[in-house]
């Protein structure tokens, strides 16, 4: 058990660039998550998966936020059009099955200048 | 609609004593409860959960206290330490586990 692993840890990128995170969960987690925190709030649920499909994205902050998991296993979340408002932490994690807990990596920050 | 709050911002404990960190919601139907804890730059480690079939959950230095009539839940750490100094997050959702609301997060800061 190696734990969620989010990359990259930062990435800096100039407004107007899309940026994309990746993020391998714990083996054998059949649901993933991303979410999204920003200073002096608590992480903000973005969208899920169970296995390949995504079952809830209507809290996607705006139709540049995409999300993937073509194979069940990583997941990747892409901003395209960066915004500085986009400038935050986004944090993934994993659940064995439905209703237990939820396990987060160490998050990608995004800095838009 | 913030539906989990944690109203104490920051919260300044000896070392030795007792922490009690406290979080309410709105929604009558979140479940499943969970504590978080995060250093700067870091991603929240869990700590503990409760569902609602329960008042109370223990672990370790931890316990989790659930008042569903109040709609209320409380993080108990005995003895505090100076590690436990970080940012804690509660968070409720439904057993389902489709998403989960997080609160704002109280500071703890343990005097040593």
């Known amino acids: 058990d190696t734990g969620v692993s989010q990359d990259p840890r930062h990435k800096i990128t100039k407004r107007g660039q899309n940026v994309t ?19 002096g709030q608590g992480p903000e649920f973005l969208t899920y998966f169970q296995n390949e499909a995504q079952l809830e994205k209507s809290r996607l902050l705006s139709d540049r936020f995409s999300a993937e998991r073509p194979k069940g296993s990583f997941s990747t979340l892409e901003i395209q059009r960066t915004e500085q408002g986009d400038s935050a932490m986004y944090l993934c994690a994993s659940s064995p099955t439905q209703g237990n807990t939820i396990y987060f990596g160490e998050g990608s920050w995004l800095t838009v200048v | 609609d913030q539906q989990v709050k944690q109203n104490s911002p920051s919260l300044s404990v000896q070392e030795g004593r007792i922490s009690i960190l406290n979080c309410d919601y709105t929604n009558s139907m979140f479940d499943y409860f969970l504590w978080y804890k995060k250093y700067p730059a870091e991603g929240p480690t869990f700590l503990i959960s409760i569902s609602s079939i329960k008042d109370k959950n223990e672990d370790g230095r931890f ?50």
């Open chain 1, 21 to 39: 995170f990746r993020c391998d969960p714990i083996s054998e987690h059949n649901r993933l998550y991303w979410y999204r925190q920003t200073l």
């Open chain 2, 63 to 112: 316990t989790v206290f659930l008042n569903k009539s109040a709609k209320h839940l409380s993080l108990h750490i005995v003895p505090s330490q100076p590690g436990d100094s970080a940012v804690y997050f509660c968070a409720a959702g439904g057993y389902t586990g489709n998403q989960f609301y997080f609160g704002t997060g109280t500071s703890l800061t343990v005097i040593p």
